[in-house]
């Protein structure tokens, strides 16, 4: 083995470790303690709780991984954008690891995760033009190379996962709200309600979904907890944000002509968004890109699948110097 590199992720509500393999790229260890249960309760991320949590679950996961200790060549951690509190717990841990095994420090940027998510035990091919659905971000972006990125379009307020939280949570579903729109929206029709679908009449190549959401929200109070209304609601809401994300994304692909689009983050697991895309790319002849379903969400894996990227181009931060940051350093204040 040529030696490998552990990987830390706590930007949001996952606790994960991974350790890789540097030149084979293979996921050697890989374990996620998921705190969503913790969190339903109160409807969304309490960050607090979530860095109580994250103090738990790393250390009792970095024990199971001790045997690879000998053969690592470096610490990767997610050091932005994400909750302060929660980054600071991975932060603390890999500069902790780092030091004493006088190891390299790699600090990784989360949305740059998400798109080597595409990459697990595999090579990265870039350029390559990404859509990141998340619940922190909406954003198209044209990826050059390992941190080098530039954002073509990006979400005006709410992001595309973070409405379907927001809209389960109105409709008393629970915590995270994506999977459980999705599922509910199965039994729904996606035309019972006319909900707008954002910017549809606006030349702006952006996103926004704190419209759809105000529209979704009167339809649920009209509704006054209609069990055979809530479907229709659900099916309807999905097919607008879908809608919205399809119409701005062409409009770009439109002008671009790129070869390949990659669609990653944790909502690209949503079958009615990837068949919307698959249709669109299919008829404009684009090769479309997706991460294997259990990556699509936050894991550590792709922190140390892009961590060997930056391995390879020696981007070391000492590690007294990295720094837990909540914004994104590299793609402006996205
Ligand atoms: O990438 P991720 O795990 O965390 C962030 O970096 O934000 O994404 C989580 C988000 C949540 O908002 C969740 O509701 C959404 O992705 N999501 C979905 C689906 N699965 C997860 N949204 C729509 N449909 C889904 N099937
Ligand atoms: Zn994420």
Redesign the pocket.
């Known amino acids: 083995m040529s030696g490998a590199i552990l990987s830390i992720e706590s ?2 509500d ?1 606790s994960s470790v991974a350790v890789t393999d540097i030149e084979t790229k293979r996921v050697l260890f890989h374990k996620k303690i998921s705190q969503e249960s913790d969190h339903a309760l109160y409807g969304g991320v309490v960050p607090e709780l979530a860095s109580r949590l994250h103090a738990v679950a790393l250390p009792s996961i970095l024990e199971r991984c001790r045997e690879f200790f000998g053969s690592l060549k470096a610490v990767a951690v997610t050091s932005e954008p994400g909750l302060s509190v929660t980054l600071m717990e991975g932060v603390a841990m890999a500069q902790a690891l780092a030091i004493s095994m006088n190891l390299p420090l790699i600090g990784v940027n ?1 949305l740059v995760g ?1 798109v080597y998510s595409l990459f697990i035990e595999s090579e990265s091919v870039f350029p390559l033009t990404v859509l990141l659905v ?4 909406t954003m198209i972006m044209e990826v050059y190379d390992y941190n080098e990125v530039k954002v073509l379009a990006s979400t005006l307020d709410d992001s ?3 409405s ?2 927001k809209v389960a949570k109105m409709m008393g579903l629970g915590y ?4 459980l ?2 599922e509910l929206a199965k039994k729904g029709d996606p035309y019972r309600f006319s909900f707008p679908v954002p910017l549809k009449n606006s030349k702006k190549i952006a996103f926004s979904y704190s419209g759809l959401k105000n529209a979704v929200r009167i339809a649920i109070e009209k509704s006054e907890g209609s069990k055979e209304l809530a479907p229709h609601i659900a099916a309807s809401f999905q097919r607008a944000a879908i809608e919205h994300l399809v119409d701005k994304s062409v409009k770009i692909l439109d002008l671009k002509k790129p070869e390949r689009f990659a669609i990653v ?3 690209s ?2 079958m009615q ?1 990837r068949d919307a895309f698959l249709r669109e790319c299919d008829t404009r002849g684009i090769e479309l890109l997706f991460a294997p379903l259990e990556y ?3 894991n550590a894996v792709m922190i140390g699948r892009a961590a060997i990227d930056g391995y390879k181009k020696a981007l070391f931060t000492p590690a007294t110097k990295l720094k837990a940051n909540p914004k994104s350093t590299i793609f402006g204040d996205a």
């Open positions: 930007s949001c996952d989360h998400h998340s619940g922190g971000h595309f996962g973070e379907f939280d995270p709200g994506g999977p729109i999705e983050g944790g909502a697991a949503n968004l699509c969400s936050d």
